[in-house]
């Protein structure tokens, strides 16, 4: 009994972590029923949702547009976003930013700030010495990051969210441009969690559009590879993407859709943007042609001005899209002077000819990336706003070779709409059909580490080596072990950008630093020292490139291997309990593991870099775990794997042991012996020994070399800085609402006190006083409400409300006399025709007892009489004062009575007839022997007698008469039986029908 229940504790136990597991899932459901994408875009942004019943729906703003401005205003008191804070553009340029994400994950002596400060130099970028970044100087108050700034509107957005949802939304999916390297993403990850959001990823904006053009057309893409290239200009950049749709067979479900980046290439600074300042600069010069000689000052000194002529700028743009030629007008464009001029799509083009001949060159960085000629591509696809100018897809067109332009998407909104349906995807909360999506890695990463051998003996050197470790448009997100197999001490590696030789001289400079971080160990001679008699197996470290994008070190550890004896005894109850829980889920990998995409782990050793040939046996040993539950229809990656994989379950259990205690044993085998399925329990009885493993944590200090991280006091400062900013906002909104309302109230009450309704029942001195009342409110609302807290406003609304309530509960009442009198009038007339039909029903036939009908009369008069008094009370009473009739006691009267004839009509309907013998003389039937009313006697109408001859029975049956003859609703079982009533027996007085009173 003992062993019994030793063997059923573990499943017990399973059972209770699988509940645990449920219930945890089940209370992170309940907050995260909606979720959110943010398609985030230099000059404006798009946000969806999708909320049970609201599947994939774009975010309508406050204004009811589609597509939201990225532009903030901050002054000492108040925030603009969007709409209102572009139109404050014009008064106040400097307090508003726009186009702050070009300066996201950039030192201040990048190219890409200097370019900023030349576009918009009404803008004060100060200095932050420990970072080496910059910031909006607004004033010397107000300074904002661009993190922060990007945190605000990441915090707008998500309120827009909301509120279409009605409900709270954590969870967003953002895009970020395909360029964007581990400093530019770490940046917008900050920034959402200074918003407060939780990032389910960062999805490529091309990679999002190419989802979203894949999920619509899912029945058209087949096992046959299918390549298309999407074009997006938008804004501030250009990016194009290669992408080859196909179905793969998954582990999971099946046959499925799958998109794969195959090539991407791009242009940071060719855009919309470039364009609308090439026009800017035509516009300043033509004006200051127009006032030559009037001794005017530059218009370009004027900041006004200037965003006065880029949003006309922007404007004449879109125009001259679809005609030749259009007039460019500003009134008051500076010094009260209005600018006026004809500006032609030839002189357009000859402005931004130099960027014309920028349009192939992505195409053609997207074609060598991804190995392909243009015979190869099937469509070209046009994304963004700026491919709508016609000379850009006359480019464009000649580029390509093809016949026409592919404009079958929505241009604006295909990335947030793939983003969304990335994030529900992603979500617990809801359930999509799968689409396979596979990113592709830009810029390669590399580990480079330097150590000492000994060429000859006693001569020893240095030897610098190269491994990479994510390759060029490799795809992600993966994991891969980089093993360290000739250190016994602690040591440095190094984590840096690969060969970027694809990018020119410039677009390097803008790139930033290429030493992405430096690690230095700590623990690995203590380690060696721990275990002295163990077997090395190299110093490991497990690296992640996630969804988002972004690198990531999880850990380092050193393993050690040792021969152990095998002893027949039984497994640990922890062991038991990891095979019942792994049984659970259908006896493969944990649940973990295949929710992190890890099923298989392929062993690669990678080949040595060119110009460090290392010795057989130098080389370090590089393993990947990469996600691969799809078939790989693209070029294989520069490693070798080795000759087998370890199967699932052992892969699964080596993770899980090497998390555990350093002394917990692994059950993996050798490299050699991994594909060797596990011997039955008689067999492992026999082995004389087996390998156990010991695992020992490594200690980790990193030094960020690209970009430094904000600290995280640094960053919860300035996410409490935020979270005050929208307090202070909220409570902004709150005092005007009540102010609001307060100023209403008193315009509209002054406005009825002069109504004749409202003086019927008042009398002159009453609205003398509330008159006199509310112009001390108005005047107090003028000198002072400006200083007045909510609160304030709030009590002064109450107590004049509380004035005016008699006056106004007099008006509403009587307003609602004739049509609550009228109604209790018909109840009363239905009720009594009601109970008269009901009191002629035969004795036989009668289904209401006397109790019911007498009670049914006592309301009746009842209700007659107290609306006969209170309305003749009422009358009597002037009407300046409070009324006795009111409605709500008419409607209780109203309901007390309905509530009686209800009774009786839902007895009616469900109350089946008792049965009667025929009468063999035709004459009269015996009354029923068993009736429960037999005591009951028929009280006959005023005038007639009982004896009196019965109406006799119509020979056709008219409409409307199915309640007497219809068969009744069943209330029996199926077996109850129902005697047939065709013929209505002599002497019986007819059934009177409800419909009929």
């Given at each position: 009994m003992a062993a019994t229940i030793r063997r059923q504790r573990p499943r017990r136990l399973a059972c209770w972590v699988v509940m645990a597991v449920l219930l945890a899932d089940l209370l992170a459901l309940s907050d995260t029923l909606a979720v959110m994408s943010v398609d985030l875009g230099s000059e404006s942004m798009k946000v969806a949702i999708v909320k049970p019943g609201v599947?994939?729906?774009?975010?309508?703003?406050?204004?009811?547009?589609?597509?939201?401005?990225?532009?903030?205003?901050?002054?000492?008191?108040?925030?603009?976003?969007?709409?209102?804070?572009?139109?404050?553009?014009?008064?106040?340029?400097?307090?508003?930013?726009?186009?702050?994400q070009h300066l996201l994950g950039k030192q201040e002596g990048n190219p890409h700030v200097a370019l900023y400060r030349a576009r918009f130099p009404e803008h004060e970028l100060g200095s932050d010495p420990q970072r080496q970044t910059v910031h909006f100087q607004i004033s010397p108050q107000l300074q904002f990051s661009p993190e922060e700034v990007l945190g605000m509107v990441l915090n707008y957005s998500r309120s827009l969210a909301e509120d279409f949802a009605e409900q709270p939304i954590k969870d967003a999916v953002i895009t970020?441009?395909?360029?964007?390297?581990?400093?530019?993403?770490?940046?917008?990850?900050?920034?959402?969690?200074?918003?407060?959001?939780?990032?389910?990823?960062?999805?490529?904006?091309?990679?999002?559009?190419?989802?979203?053009?894949?999920?619509?057309?899912?029945?058209?893409?087949?096992?046959?590879?299918?390549?298309?290239?999407?074009?997006?200009?938008?804004?501030?950049?250009?990016?194009?993407?290669i992408v080859t749709y196909q179905t793969v067979k998954t582990k999971e479900a099946g046959t499925q859709p799958q998109l794969q980046v195959r090539g991407v290439g791009f242009d940071r600074t060719l855009g919309g943007l470039e364009?609308?300042?090439?026009?800017?600069?035509?516009?300043?010069?033509?004006?200051?042609?127009?006032?030559?000689?009037?001794?005017?000052?530059?218009?370009?000194?004027?900041?006004?001005?200037?965003a006065k002529l880029l949003r006309e700028a922007n404007r004449l743009k879109t125009v001259l899209?679809?005609?030749?030629?259009?007039?460019?007008?500003?009134?008051?464009?500076?010094?009260?002077?209005?600018?006026?001029?004809?500006?032609?799509?030839?002189?357009?083009?000859?402005?931004?000819?130099?960027?014309?001949?920028?349009?192939?060159?992505?195409?053609?960085?997207?074609?060598?990336?991804?190995?392909?000629?243009?015979?190869?591509?099937?469509?070209?696809?046009?994304?963004?706003?700026?491919?709508?100018?016609?000379?850009?897809?006359?480019?464009?067109?000649?580029?390509?070779?093809?016949?026409?332009?592919?404009?079958?998407?929505?241009?604006?909104?295909?990335?947030?709409?793939?983003?969304?349906?990335?994030?529900?995807?992603?979500?617990?909360?809801?359930?999509?059909?799968?689409?396979?999506?596979?990113?592709?890695?830009?810029?390669?990463?590399?580990?480079?580490?330097?150590?000492?051998?000994?060429?000859?003996?006693?001569?020893?050197?240095?030897?610098?080596?190269?491994?990479?470790?994510?390759?060029?448009?490799?795809?992600?997100?993966?994991?891969?072990?980089?093993?360290?197999?000739?250190?016994?001490?602690?040591?440095?590696?190094?984590?840096?950008?690969?060969?970027?030789?694809?990018?020119?001289?410039?677009?390097?400079?803008?790139?930033?630093?290429?030493?992405?971080?430096t690690v230095k160990l700590k623990g690995v001679g203590e380690s060696f020292k721990k275990y002295p008699d163990h077997e090395s197996k190299g110093i490991k470290a497990h690296f992640n490139l996630d969804e988002s994008g972004v690198l990531s070190l999880i850990r380092v550890e050193s393993v050690f291997e040792t021969l152990v004896e095998d002893s027949p005894e039984e497994e640990s109850t922890l062991t038991k309990l990891g095979n019942t829980i792994s049984s659970l889920f259908g006896g493969g990998a944990t649940a973990d593991t295949k929710e992190n995409g890890t099923d298989t782990v392929q062993e690669e050793e990678e080949s040595p870099a060119e110009g460090s040939k290392d010795e057989p046996g130098e080389q370090a040993e590089l393993k990947e775990e990469a996600e691969a539950p799809v078939e790989d229809t693209s070029q294989p990656p520069p490693t070798e794997p080795k000759e087998d994989a370890a199967p699932e379950e052992e892969k699964a259990a080596e993770k899980e042991n090497e998390e555990k205690s350093e002394a917990q044993p692994s059950e993996k085998?050798?490299?050699?012996?991994?594909?060797?399925?596990?011997?039955?329990?008689?067999?492992?009885?026999?082995?004389?020994?087996?390998?156990?493993?010991?695992?020992?944590?490594?200690?980790?200090?990193?030094?960020?070399?690209?970009?430094?991280?904000?600290?995280?006091?640094?960053?919860?400062?300035?996410?409490?800085?935020?979270?005050?900013?929208?307090?202070?906002?909220?409570?902004?909104?709150?005092?005007?609402?009540?102010?609001?309302?307060?100023?209403?109230?008193?315009?509209?009450?002054?406005?009825?006190?002069y109504q004749p309704e409202y003086q019927e029942v008042s009398t002159e001195e009453q609205r003398e006083e509330?008159?006199?009342?509310?112009?001390?409110?108005?005047?107090?609302?003028?000198?002072?409400?400006?200083?007045?807290?909510?609160?304030?406003?709030?009590?002064?609304?109450?107590?004049?409300?509380?004035?005016?309530?008699?006056?106004?509960?007099?008006?509403?009442?009587?307003?609602?006399?004739?049509?609550?009198l009228s109604a209790l009038d018909n109840l009363l007339n239905h009720s009594s025709m009601f109970l008269k039909g009901a009191r002629l029903i035969p004795e036989m036939d009668q289904i209401f007892t006397e109790v019911e009908m007498v009670t049914l009369e006592k309301v009746i008069n009842e209700t007659w009489a107290w609306k006969n008094a209170t309305v003749a009370e009422q009358a009597k009473l002037p009407p300046t004062e409070k009324p006795v009739l009111l409605s709500k006691d008419i409607e209780a009267k109203m309901m007390a009575l309905d509530r009686?004839?209800?009774?009786?009509?839902?007895?009616?309907?469900?109350?089946?007839?008792?049965?009667?013998?025929?009468?063999?003389?035709?004459?009269?039937?015996?009354?029923?022997?068993?009736?429960?009313?037999?005591?009951?006697?028929?009280i006959p109408p005023p005038g007639q007698t009982e004896d009196a001859k019965p109406i006799s029975e119509p020979e056709k049956e008219t409409p409307g008469s199915e309640a007497a003859d219809a068969e009744p609703l069943e209330l029996g079982g199926p077996g109850a039986a129902e005697p047939e009533q065709k013929e209505q027996p002599t002497g019986q007085k007819p059934t009177l029908k409800n419909d009929e009173l």
């Open positions: 599947p994939m729906e774009i975010v309508l703003n406050k204004e009811s547009r589609r597509k939201t401005p990225v532009t903030v205003t901050l002054k000492e008191n108040e925030r603009f976003f969007g709409d209102s804070a572009a139109s404050m553009a014009i008064k106040n340029p400097k307090a508003t930013l726009r186009y702050f970020v441009p395909a360029f964007f390297n581990q400093a530019e993403r770490r940046a917008v990850l900050q920034a959402a969690r200074m918003a407060g959001l939780k990032v389910l990823q960062l999805i490529n904006d091309n990679t999002a559009t190419a989802l979203s053009y894949g999920v619509f057309r899912r029945k058209d893409i087949n096992s046959t590879a299918q390549n298309v290239m999407f074009y997006d200009m938008g804004s501030g950049s250009t990016v194009c993407t364009m609308e300042l090439r026009l800017r600069e035509h516009l300043a010069k033509l004006f200051n042609e127009q006032r030559k000689g009037q001794r005017a000052k530059d218009v370009r000194e004027n900041p006004r001005a200037m899209s679809a005609n030749a030629d259009h007039m460019a007008q500003i009134e008051g464009l500076m010094d009260d002077v209005d600018f006026k001029a004809k500006v032609t799509r030839v002189e357009f083009e000859e402005l931004c000819a130099d960027l014309f001949e920028r349009v192939p060159g992505p195409v053609q960085q997207a074609l060598q990336s991804a190995e392909m000629n243009l015979d190869e591509i099937e469509q070209v696809i046009l994304v963004g706003g700026a491919t709508r100018v016609p000379k850009v897809q006359d480019v464009l067109l000649k580029a390509v070779g093809k016949e026409e332009l592919g404009k079958n998407i929505n241009a604006d909104e295909a990335a947030a709409m793939g983003a969304v349906y990335q994030a529900a995807a992603l979500s617990k909360a809801f359930k999509v059909k799968p689409f396979v999506v596979r990113d592709a890695v830009i810029y390669p990463i590399l580990v480079e580490f330097t150590r000492e051998v000994e060429e000859e003996p006693g001569v020893h050197s240095l030897k610098h080596n190269k491994r990479v470790l994510f390759s060029r448009m490799g795809p992600y997100p993966q994991r891969k072990v980089i093993t360290f197999n000739r250190y016994n001490h602690d040591f440095n590696f190094h984590i840096n950008y690969g060969d970027l030789g694809f990018l020119g001289p410039e677009d390097l400079r803008v790139f930033g630093s290429q030493n992405l971080t085998k050798e490299a050699g012996s991994e594909g060797v399925p596990p011997a039955p329990e008689e067999e492992k009885k026999q082995k004389p020994a087996r390998k156990q493993r010991m695992v020992e944590e490594i200690g980790v200090e990193l030094v960020v070399l690209d970009l430094p991280d904000l600290p995280e006091d640094e960053l919860a400062r300035s996410a409490q800085k935020l979270q005050d900013l929208t307090l202070r906002d909220l409570e902004k909104q709150e005092r005007e609402k009540a102010a609001n309302s307060l100023e209403a109230f008193i315009f509209e009450t002054q406005d009825k006190l509330i008159s006199g009342r509310l112009s001390a409110a108005s005047t107090w609302l003028e000198d002072e409400g400006f200083g007045a807290t909510t609160v304030m406003l709030k009590e002064k609304l109450t107590e004049l409300r509380k004035l005016c309530h008699g006056l106004f509960f007099r008006v509403e009442e009587r307003k609602k006399w004739p049509e609550r009686e004839v209800q009774y009786l009509l839902n007895k009616a309907k469900f109350t089946k007839p008792r049965p009667r013998p025929k009468d063999k003389n035709g004459t009269r039937a015996e009354p029923p022997v068993n009736a429960s009313d037999q005591a009951e006697k028929v």
